[in-house]
Structure formats: structure tokens, C-alpha cells
């Protein structure tokens, strides 16, 4: 009984709880028990039994468990953004986004590991230990919303929230073999979301298929008075529908060609494309000029924000205090070596390069500029193709401690989901089948990302939903089979994976 | 290529205190990641003008009321060091040896 009320999408569980054919109690309470099981080092605080407002309220999400990203502010729950220097800091406020899916009838279920101030594509950078991949623990889950994507795909929570910068919800979503979106820029408040990259910074949802996507964006879009930013999704957003893609334009970056995308995701790529055209979608190959750059301008944008945002981590307001300091600067320097990890420093410090005196002009003011360029490369592709696609990772999850050496190669992850960032528009991850990771090994999960225009999520979210019914990714999933224990280096196919359910 | 001493200037900018292990390999890190940056350098970008925000908004204006603010005590609650309705800090001075 348990397993198959894991198994409802929540889209199928909010139907049977408002038909009265369930219990918003006795799902919860399933729910609970599956976080309790994490084993992947994916939650980093969990409501307890009965704890969380119950009897909560009617909406949209009545009785559906979220799992939250460590980087919401929570009222009185600790909120730690994965760094040391916020260890046992308790927010007096709600982030808009968690106080909205609340509204909607959402409960916490629990806050999610990630890697410190969202800087990451692995989790490795939590000061709370890495996440592991649930579809294999010695890899990693991607990041930065590694815990929110593992506790969706290991079957730990039903949906979840992140936050995406240069793609820290696509990728991790794509490594964990489910869907995540990030929004356009200004779609959904960010008050309450610990700021890494303002500019940039936006927060959306990780979930099992593309209509709980829609259902969550619903719920967590609008302007918020909170968020001068924010101006929320005119029209708002339904569940998609659509089922085929004819008349829909594709554009393929020729950029792609050149990259080092391993074989088997190029094949995994290739094969949507073909079920793009068998659903009577057109395919084009473009050209992104500047997406090549992408890398290079967020490299400078967002370590340049990171370090005017971190200054207020200093130990006199809120979070740590380093002890046994001299003076004002002494304690300073000193909470903040003691209070941020290797990554973030080293983010800082980048950040505080580019910005010092003699250096503003030839990074940040340039990489400002190739910003520019790149939305406009965007723009053009726009004016005669619906949506830009991508592999959304250039590798299947990768090992535990494989790219910490070289945080250039850890960049690199980041290589496709970076220019939508930097244009400010919406992209999504599907899964889109599984590969082989290079050297060998169990299958892992391929992403497929589909962008769109700023404020077009209602036609990506139509065409990803499209293509989803196509793929039939869900007998893949290793939640589907078997929540509470996702396969640990075996073999993983289509055929088990149903054998199992 | 970025040089110790720079690191060590810009580690002070950032208020930061690092370890000689971790200037010497942020040196190295740092011009890795900026020689990668700086292919930037090569575009023609003299008529671009630099992002300022990525989606058109126009300027809306609220009005200006005052609005009840966090309550003082709350707002000390997670101040690693109150006193006196207020937030501690060390001297700003060095002691006198």
C-alpha cells in the first residue's frame, strides 16, 4: 500500500486527495517514513511525525510533501545554505517561494543538502558531506540542488524545490534521472533565498515528470512585493497537455560538435532528436556564436556578485563567530576562514579580483558585454525556432572526488546551462534515457534540455511534456521499482525496473 | 597569471585569512581559472553594451509608507554576541602591547 502512494505522481495524488480517495494524512505520513530512510546523505533537517502543519490547508498542493533547498529561509528551522558559517542558524522569515507552496497546501517535509552558497555541480562543496547519486552512491548527484534532486529520484520525496544560477537544477535533475526547470529570470520571487549570484539566482522545481513541474511553477510564481524583480508568469501556468510537436521549430547549436560531450550522451541526444521529428517536430541546426564564452562571462558575473553577497557573512549578525580573536578585522578574516569552505573562498577571491581596482574594465565590465551577446544569439534563434536544445550535461553523474582536483573541469558541467542563465530565459531537463558513463559501468541517467523564450514556460513545459509521453522515461526510474532502495552497482534496465514494480 | 602577492592583496579585500598551503595553491588555481577567462579578451565587444538586467521591466513605483519593521529582539536572536539591545564586536582597535 505504501509503495504504490510512493508511486502517485503528485499530480495523481492531489486528485485522490481532493476526491477524498486518500488521506493528505496517510500520504504524509508514507512520505515521512521514505524521508526517514535517506540514506544519501540528502536531507539535511526532516519534519517529524505529526510535526508539520497538518490539517493544512485546501489548494492546489493539499497535503503534498516538498522537500526544500537549505538555501529557503525557514521560520524558526535551521537553514544553513551547506556552510559551516550558518551551522544552527534559525531565519525569523519564510522565503516567499516556501511560504506560497504552503499557501497552496504544500507541507515541509524536509530541508535538502547542497553544495555551500550553491556553488557546485556535484555536492561535493557541502559542509555536511556529499550527497550520493541514488542511482549509484559512488557517483555523484550533480548540483547545486544535489539533495532535492536525490530525494526525487532515490524516492525520498515526491518533489522538491532548488535554485538554478548556471544550472544548478537542470544538471543535478538530469544526473538523477528527473525533470527540473528553472524559470526565467523574475518568475518567482527570491526573498528568502540566500543570495549567491542576484542576477542570476532563480528558484524552481525538481520533480518525477513534467506536469508536477507545472504544478509546483503554478503554485510559486508571481510578484512578490518582497522581490522587486519579481514579476511573475502573466497568464499564469496550467498542466500541460500537448501531444505532438508538429509545427514546433527546434534549434540544434552547431557549437555542440566541437565539445567534449561523451558518446554515450551524444547517442542518448541524437535519439530524441529523431523522436522530436517522428512527433513532427522541425530540427535546424543553428549557430549560439557566443555560448563558447559562457563559461568565461559566469565565471566572472557570478563569483563577482558572490563576493559583494558573502561580505555579510561576518560574524556579527547572524551565524558563527570565530573565538579567541584581537580585534574587529582579526575577527573577521578569521570567521570566514574558519566559516567557508575551499569553493566559496576560491569564489570570493575570483569575485574580488575581477572587481578590484585595475581589473573591473577587462573581466566583469567584458564579461558583462559577452552577456549581452549571448541573449542576443538567443534572440535571433528565436525569431524563427520555437526552443534551443542541448544535452543538459556533457557526462552521466560522474565519481565521487573525479573533478575535485580541477575546478576548471568542474566548470565545465556547466557548460550547456550556462548561456540560459546568462539570457535570463527558461530551460528544463528531461530525462531522456540512459548511458553508459565513459570507462564503463551500470547505465545512468542522459538529460535532454529544451529553452525557450523569457516567460514562454507554458509552450516548454507543452513540448517537454510531449516529448516525455514519447520517451517513457518512468520505467527507468529506480524509485519506481523500489523507493527505499535504488539500485547500488548492478545493471539497471527498462525491463527489471518493471519487473520490480 | 596571477601572482602571490596579489593573492595576498586581494585575500585582504576579502577579509580572509589564509593558510600559506592555501595562497600558494589559490595562486595556482586562480591563474588557471583565469587564463581559461581570458579568452574574453579576444571578442570585439567596443559597441556592446554590458547587461544591466536580462529581462525588459519598466521601473514600477510603489508608494512610500512606512511599514512596521522586525521587532528589535528578533532580529538579536541569531547574533552570535548581544548586549544591551544591540550587536557586540571586539575593538576595532588592536590592544596596545
Known amino acids: 500500500m505504501t509503495r504504490e502512494l510512493l508511486e502517485l505522481s503528485v499530480a495523481a495524488a492531489t ?314 578585522i582579526e575577527m573577521y578574516e578569521t570567521t570566514r576562514a574558519e566559516g567557508f569552505g575551499d569553493e566559496v573562498k576560491r569564489r570570493i577571491m575570483l569575485g574580488t579580483y575581477a572587481l578590484s581596482s585595475g581589473y573591473y574594465e577587462a573581466y566583469y565590465g567584458r564579461a558583462q558585454k559577452v552577456r549581452t551577446k549571448i541573449a542576443d544569439d538567443f534572440r535571433a534563434a528565436f525569431s524563427n525556432h520555437d526552443f534551443v536544445v542541448t544535452p543538459t550535461s556533457p557526462s552521466v553523474a560522474f565519481r565521487l572526488g573525479e573533478k575535485t582536483d580541477d575546478p576548471l573541469a568542474m566548470y565545465m558541467n556547466d557548460f550547456f546551462t550556462v548561456p540560459m542563465s546568462l539570457a535570463g530565459i527558461p530551460a528544463i531537463s528531461i530525462p531522456a534515457g540512459l548511458a553508459e558513463p565513459q570507462g564503463g559501468g551500470p547505465a545512468l541517467p542522459v538529460g535532454f534540455q529544451i529553452a525557450a523564450p523569457a516567460f514562454a514556460e507554458q509552450r516548454l513545459l507543452e513540448a517537454a511534456y510531449a516529448l516525455e509521453q514519447a520517451i517513457e522515461f518512468g520505467a527507468h526510474r529506480p524509485g519506481s521499482g523500489a523507493p527505499f532502495a535504488p539500485p547500488v552497482g548492478k545493471k539497471r534496465t527498462g525491463a527489471e525496473g518493471r519487473a520490480d514494480g | 597569471m596571477i601572482e602571490r602577492e596579489q593573492v595576498v592583496h586581494v585575500a585582504k579585500l576579502a577579509r580572509l585569512r589564509l593558510s600559506e598551503r592555501e595562497l600558494e595553491r589559490m595562486a595556482g588555481e586562480l591563474s588557471g581559472i583565469l587564463e581559461h577567462v581570458d579568452r574574453i579578451a579576444e571578442l570585439d565587444l567596443d559597441d556592446v553594451a554590458p547587461t544591466s538586467h536580462v529581462v525588459e521591466l519598466q521601473n514600477v513605483l510603489r508608494p512610500d509608507e512606512p511599514r512596521p519593521s522586525w521587532p528589535r529582539e528578533t532580529m538579536l536572536e541569531a547574533a552570535p554576541d548581544p548586549a544591551e539591545g544591540a550587536f557586540r564586536v571586539p575593538s576595532p582597535q588592536a590592544e596596545a602591547e
Not at chain 1, 44 to 52: I, M, P, T, V
Not at chain 1, 85 to 113: D, M, S
Not at chain 1, 169 to 198: D, E, H, N, W
Open chain 1, 15 to 328: 486528485h485522490r486527495i481532493a476526491a477524498g480517495d486518500l488521506s493528505a494524512e496517510e500520504y504524509g505520513t508514507a512520505w515521512r517514513q521514505a524521508a526517514a530512510g535517506d540514506e544519501l546523505n540528502a536531507y539535511l533537517w526532516r519534519g517529524e511525525d505529526g510535526a508539520a502543519n497538518d490539517g493544512a490547508a485546501a489548494g492546489p498542493l493539499a497535503g503534498i510533501p516538498v522537500a526544500v533547498k537549505d538555501i529557503f529561509c525557514t521560520e524558526g528551522i535551521e537553514t544553513t545554505a551547506g556552510s559551516r558559517i550558518l551551522e544552527g542558524y534559525r531565519p525569523p522569515y519564510t522565503a516567499t517561494a516556501v511560504r506560497r507552496l504552503g499557501e497552496a497546501g504544500a507541507r515541509l517535509l524536509g530541508k535538502t543538502n547542497m553544495d555551500e552558497f550553491a556553488m557546485g555541480s556535484s555536492n561535493e562543496n557541502s559542509a555536511y558531506g556529499p550527497v550520493r547519486n541514488p542511482w549509484d552512491r559512488e557517483r555523484v548527484p550533480g548540483g547545486s540542488s544535489g539533495g532535492s534532486a536525490a530525494v526525487v529520484g532515490g524516492g525520498l520525496a515526491p518533489c522538491a524545490i532548488g535554485t538554478d544560477t548556471g544550472g544548478s537544477i537542470r544538471q543535478p535533475a538530469a544526473l538523477c534521472g528527473i525533470v527540473g526547470l528553472k524559470p526565467t529570470y523574475g518568475a518567482i520571487s527570491r526573498y528568502g533565498m540566500i543570495a549567491f549570484a542576484s542576477s542570476l539566482d532563480q528558484c524552481g522545481p525538481l520533480t518525477r515528470d513534467v506536469t508536477d513541474a507545472a504544478l509546483l511553477l503554478a503554485a510559486l510564481q508571481g510578484r512578490d512585493p518582497c522581490d522587486s524583480t519579481s514579476v511573475g508568469i502573466e497568464g499564469g501556468v496550467e498542466p500541460p497537455s500537448r501531444e505532438d510537436l508538429s509545427g514546433l521549430r527546434f534549434a540544434v547549436p552547431s557549437e555542440l560538435a566541437h565539445d567534449a560531450i561523451e558518446p554515450g550522451v551524444r547517442a542518448v541526444f541524437e535519439q530524441t532528436l529523431a523522436r522530436i521529428e517522428e512527433l513532427g517536430g522541425e530540427i535546424d541546426e543553428i549557430s549560439l556564436p557566443h555560448s563558447e564564452h559562457g563559461i568565461s562571462a559566469y565565471y566572472v558575473i557570478a563569483p563577482a556578485e558572490a563576493s559583494a553577497n558573502l561580505a555579510r557573512y561576518d560574524g556579527v549578525r547572524y551565524g558563527r563567530r570565530a573565538g579567541g580573536a584581537g580585534d574587529l
